[in-house]
């Protein structure tokens, strides 16, 4: 579908009606190619191309589909200059074109085939007839998700960046003029128009800095401040990263930054005005700020509106803000540096338009070797889980081995009940026994309480058998107390 919120430019091409009958006679080559003539006669030959239906027009020429028969048969486009507009700003837009499309050799750029002038002087170029659909419409229509409209775009700054480093800056980057064609089965982008393409280089400046001082150069919606601005006498190849900015705004949420219908009311200044003013929303809060067009676009992305502000939350609203800045020194500095920060989001690695804090770069290390994070995670709390449980199990064993130590001490301790020297007899009774671990009990076995309660049960109730009843009940009571100290009250007595 095609954007609804594209604004028109003066050389965007509408499509003409239907397809013209071919059975038509032909023109011979010396009749002007006015657009009339063109309309009335449309099977007109030039050259080795045989016109067969206008596919556009704008202020500066026409486009045709064209059959070419020698020397190979294909279909082009052909785009001719119109009768009568043959000033010299207007000629040198023209000139400027087919030079731009003449030096660049990039698959994401329609390709320049040939070039010439009628026998009445009208200049031509010959091009790839891209039979594709504007890039927001082809995702719209294949639901293409998030990712692979990035993957798709990154081609798009590819194609950008080659026609810079050509010298060539496209100036009017829009949807329209990025069509998508399958080839094997896979979305290739394909940039056309470069009508309004400006040359950084000295070799073709002089044929192509046509626009004047105060001049509006551009698409409204998709340029930058400076370009928008008549008081910049030039732009640099940032401009371009701006469109590309507004682009992948509306890649990602179907809309455009600024609302460009409001612009037609508006004055130059003021346009000029909000685009140094005002940032645009971020794209996850333009979903929230247009629920009911957002459940729409988000099905286009096959989520849910909820879904996509999430997906475009954090990473991606930095990277269109960051392209979409104001101040071109704050913007990604070429289409490739904008094409690796969208790689490394891709591939899940911190990206520059961010501010890459500790906590940041973990997340997205873990985002990045999600598996592997996951194995080491779970062997970690295995081996802290094996730690645990030996370090249990050596706690345990110590606590038997200690209390078994005091046990054995306190059992030779009640057998120890005088110095020999001082025995009254050569027997020893049970009741001495008992009298002296009895009264021992409380120091013996002071540093394990549980042990001493049981202790002191045994010992009650051995007395009770021998029928010494106060001796009994006090150390029944101490051991009731001790457990409660330490069990708590609903705890089993430990006999």
């Known amino acids: 579908m095609s954007d609804p919120n594209e604004p028109p430019t003066s050389d965007k091409l509408e499509k003409s009606g239907p397809a013209i009958d071919s059975a038509l006679p032909t023109v011979d080559g010396n009749t002007p190619l006015d657009s009339a003539v063109l309309e009335r006669v449309p099977i007109r030959q030039i050259g080795p191309y045989q016109l067969i239906k206008k596919l556009g027009e704008g202020g500066m020429g026409q486009v045709w589909l064209a059959q070419q028969s020698t020397p190979v048969r294909r279909q082009v486009a052909l785009k001719l200059i119109r009768v009568g507009l043959y000033d010299d700003s207007v000629l040198q837009r023209f000139q400027s074109e087919r030079q731009s499309l003449a030096i660049m050799d990039h698959p994401a750029i ?69 069509l998508v064609v399958d ?15 400006k040359a950084t280089s000295p070799q073709i400046a002089e044929a192509t800095l046509i626009t004047q001082f105060g001049g509006f150069v551009g698409t409204p919606g998709f340029m930058s401040p400076e370009q928008a601005d008549p008081s910049v006498r030039d732009v640099d190849t940032r401009t371009d990263v701006y469109s590309l900015g507004v682009v992948l705004y509306v890649l990602l949420t179907g809309f455009l930054p600024f609302d460009a219908e409001k612009w037609k009311k508006q004055s130059i200044f003021e346009i ?69 920060d969208i790689q490394r989001y891709v591939k899940l690695e911190p990206v520059v338009a961010r ?60 057998f120890q009940v005088s110095n020999p020297s001082e025995a009254r007899g050569n027997t020893i009774t049970a009741r001495e026994i008992l009298d002296k671990a009895s009264s021992g009990v409380d120091i013996g076995l002071a540093k394990d309480p549980v042990l001493q309660a049981q202790m002191m049960y045994v010992m ?13 009940q006090s150390l029944l009571e101490q051991a009731v107390r001790i457990q409660r100290r330490e069990l708590g009250p609903y705890d089993p007595p430990k006999r």
């Open 110 to 178: 329609a390709k320049v085939f040939a070039a010439g002038t009628t026998s009445d002087g009208q200049p031509y170029f010959v091009m790839e007839y891209v039979q594709g659909l504007p890039i927001t419409e082809y995702c719209d229509g294949k639901r293409l998700k998030i990712r692979e409209r990035l993957e798709l775009f990154i081609k798009v700054c590819e194609g950008v960046q080659h026609a810079h480093q050509k010298a060539i800056i496209h100036r009017d980057l829009k949807p329209a003029n990025i």
């Open 460 to 472: 009650g109730t051995v007395y009770t058998n021998l029928g010494l009843y106060p001796h009994s």
């Open 272 to 340: 000029v005005r909000q685009l140094h003013r005002d940032d645009p929303p971020r794209p996850s809060a333009k979903i929230k700020m247009e629920p009911k067009s957002s459940i729409t676009n988000a099905r286009m992305r096959t989520v849910t509106a909820h879904q996509l502000g999430g997906l475009l939350r954090g990473d991606l609203d930095s990277i269109t803000m960051k392209a979409l800045e104001k101040d071109p020194s704050r913007r990604y500095g070429t289409p490739s540096e904008l094409a690796a």
């Open 355 to 414: 501010a890459a804090s500790a906590g940041y770069r973990f997340e997205k290390y873990v985002r990045r070797h999600k598996v592997g994070v996951s194995v080491a995670t779970g062997l970690a709390l295995i081996l802290a889980g094996f730690a645990g449980v030996q370090a249990a199990q050596v706690r345990r064993i110590t606590r038997e081995r200690d209390r078994a130590n005091r046990i054995t001490d306190f059992m030779t301790a009640m």
């Open 183 to 197: 080839v094997d089965g896979r979305p290739t982008p394909r940039i056309i128009d470069f009508g309004l393409a």
